[in-house]
Each structure stands twice: as C-alpha cells, then as structure tokens.
C-alpha cells in the first residue's frame, strides 16, 4: 500500500477515488511515565516517554487506515494528514486520514 501526504504518486494515475479512509488511536498517559516527564520537565529536554507513546499512536491510526483501504481495494491512499485531539484529561486521540484511490502506471 502506498501512503502518500501529497495528491498524486509519481509515476501513477489516479483511476479512481474510492473515499476517505481513516484510523485512530487514543492513547492515556501512564502514572509512572508522568513522574519520570514531570523530572525531566524541570530539568527541560525532550520527554522521550511521551515522544514513544505517541509514535506507537501515529503508527497503530496509520495501520488502522490502511487496513480500511485495502478492505475497499485501494492501491494507494494520498493526501493523508494527521491530527491530535484530547478526548479527556490525560488521554489523546491520534487521528490519520486520506483518500483511497486506485491507480494504473502513467504509460498504460
């Protein structure tokens, strides 16, 4: 499958747009992940607990949406974007969103 931020995919033609495709995940924080940021927040730098929470998040919305274009036939899913939102205190959602198209090779 590929996943593309921009509107077309070099080489190919977009035959068809088969509609938005999406996933998420929310994620909450941890009790002792929050002591350890809380210690790093005073002495400042990257909070690597949380850094790791939320690409584990961006990689299980992405792998969710594909799952859902490949279940709509899709080759390629393009102009996909990204967006955080808290649902509740302590707990974000991490959404991924595009548009499933199928393509043929630009020569054919």
């Known amino acids: 499958m590929i996943v593309v931020t921009s509107p077309t995919v070099a ?7 088969l509609g938005m495709v999406r996933g998420s995940s929310i994620r909450t924080k941890h009790a002792g ?3 350890i940021a809380a210690l790093r927040n005073v002495a400042g ?6 850094t790791k929470m939320m690409a ?10 594909v ?21 509740m205190r302590g707990a974000a959602e991490m959404l991924c969103y595009g548009t499933a198209v199928r393509l043929a090779h630009e020569d054919g």
């Open 67 to 87: 799952e859902e274009a490949q279940s709509m036939g899709a080759d390629a899913i393009v102009s996909v974007r990204f967006q955080t939102s808290m649902v």
């Open 11 to 17: 080489g190919q033609r977009i035959t068809e747009s």
């Open 33 to 35: 992940k929050d002591i």
């Open 56 to 65: 584990q998040a961006r990689e299980q919305a992405v792998d969710r949406m």
């Open 45 to 50: 730098g990257e909070i690597f607990e949380y």
